[in-house]
Each structure stands twice: as C-alpha cells, then as structure tokens.
C-alpha cells in the first residue's frame, strides 16, 4: 500500500453502488482487521453486520448492504485508540476499493450497539457502511459535503507549530512533511480538524483544539479525530507513542494528547 496515496485519494462515501461486497473482499478484510493494533496497546473489536439481517440503516447512506462496528473498553486514551485503529480498518478497505464513512450520530445508536454486542463497560465511537462507492454522490450526500466544507483543510501555519503556539513550524524534511499532510488531510467528525502539532527537537506533541460542543458522551468524539491523525503521522513517519505533557503554555480550549518521538 502506497499511505500517501490512500490518504489523498480517499474520501468519505455515503452513496454506494448497491451490490455486496465480495467474500473475498471480505475475506481479506477480515483477516487484515485480525492484525490491527494500536501504540496504546488498547484492544479495539469490530464486528461485521448485515445490514438487512440486522435491520439497520442511517438516513444519510444509501446503497449499502454492510456495516462494520468497533468496540473498546471505556477506559483512558479509548477513544484515541479506538480512531487509530479505525483509521487503519478505514484506509485499508479503500486499498481494496471499499468506501467507507465514520457515523456517529446519524444512526439508531441503541439498536447498532445492541447488534454489536456492547457490553457493560464498553463504547462503540463509531460505526462505517463498507461498499463500493457508486459513480455518482446522491444529492442528499453533496448537500453534507457542501454543509460541512468536506473539502477544506485549515492551512498548515494554523496546526503546525514549532517548541510552542507562536511560531509556525517549516521543513524542508520530505517524510515530515508528507507526515503533516497526512495529518492535515484526516478527516474529523464535521471536518472541524482539532488537531494541533508542537515539534520540540525530534519530539511532535499533540494537542486537541476543542472547537466541538460535546453530546454528553463519557468518551469525547474529537480525541477519536486525535486517534485518526496519530494514525496518519505514524503510517508514514513511524516514532514511537508516549504520554507525558511537556512544559509548553497552551490555551484553555487545548488539550495535550500525546507525543510521537521520531
């Protein structure tokens, strides 16, 4: 799989072609989601359901006949962990032509957790259809698109910072810089990028800018769009994960996350 390539070219699906998905699409997928880890060491579960078996449905999707859930204990750094393994699940499935989109409100969530099985002590963030993208977006999904500007990207100067907030980071490094786009080009629930970056010598800091009213959940949904973004940095540039909130002044809307160490 070339990253940066399934990066740039995917983009969230909402309007499928109506056919299965393959067994043996399936077939790979599954054995490819046996493999999915994640450096908080935190097991995600996905489950496959039919959605007709199941009866299940969102009003912003047409076309699909599957759905794939993820499970996580509620414990620290789930939802992190929970958006970096998606992410994997997600870019993978477009490797094989599969499209996909992160829904975690547009859905009968009770009977989606109830069909996958969520325990007492668990969370499922998110569910995705899985299908091969039709030729052309019903209007329903353009008018999302336009609605949320899914399109846009906030510009690197406004993310990217070097040893604090103040100073927009330059390089001239081409894996870090695919890294940042990687980073840049993730998608976030109502494209509202929270991510912020903070490079202090090999180290790249985390940062949540909280720029998302919460739904009362126990988990918060702009730490999955953390997870999605370590995803990308690390699928391209590696390092290594580790929790310890550096001596940088941050705004009370931030939040430190964690930090890749090249």
């Known amino acids: 799989m070339d990253m940066m390539e399934l990066i740039r070219t995917r983009k969230s699906v909402r309007t499928f072609d109506g056919k299965a998905v393959t067994e043996n699409d399936i077939k790979e997928l599954t054995e490819y989601i046996n493999s999915i880890t994640n450096p908080y060491g935190i097991p995600v579960k996905f489950v496959l359901l039919d959605a007709a078996e199941h009866g299940l449905s969102s009003p912003v999707i047409q076309g699909e006949h599957l759905y794939i859930t993820g499970k996580v204990p509620l414990t620290e750094h789930c939802a992190e962990a929970f958006g970096y393994s998606f992410e994997k699940l997600v870019l993978y499935a477009w490797s094989l032509g599969i499209g996909t989109t992160w829904i975690g409100g547009t859905m009968?969530?009770?009977?989606?957790?109830?069909?996958?099985?969520?325990?007492?002590?668990?969370?499922?963030?998110?569910?995705?259809?899985?299908?091969?993208?039709?030729?052309?977006?019903?209007?329903?999904?353009?008018?999302?698109?336009?609605a949320i500007r899914a399109d846009k990207r906030i510009k690197n100067e406004e993310l990217f910072f070097a040893n604090g907030f103040g100073e927009p980071l330059h390089t001239d490094d081409p894996t870090i810089m695919n890294a940042l786009e990687a980073v840049r080009l993730a998608p976030s629930a109502v494209n509202k990028q929270p991510w912020r970056i903070v490079k202090c010598g090999n180290a790249y800091h985390f940062y949540e800018k909280k720029n998302l009213a919460g739904g009362g959940a126990a988990w918060d949904v702009q730490k999955v769009d953390l997870g999605i973004a370590i995803c990308h940095f690390m699928s391209v540039a590696g390092g290594v994960l580790s929790v310890a909130e550096p001596d940088i002044s941050v705004g009370k809307d931030t939040e430190y996350i964690a930090t890749v160490t090249l």
């Open 108 to 146: 009968k969530r009770e009977l989606f957790e109830q069909k996958a099985g969520v325990r007492e002590g668990e969370i499922m963030p998110c569910v995705s259809p899985l299908g091969y993208p039709a030729k052309k977006r019903s209007i329903k999904e353009i008018g999302m698109r336009t």
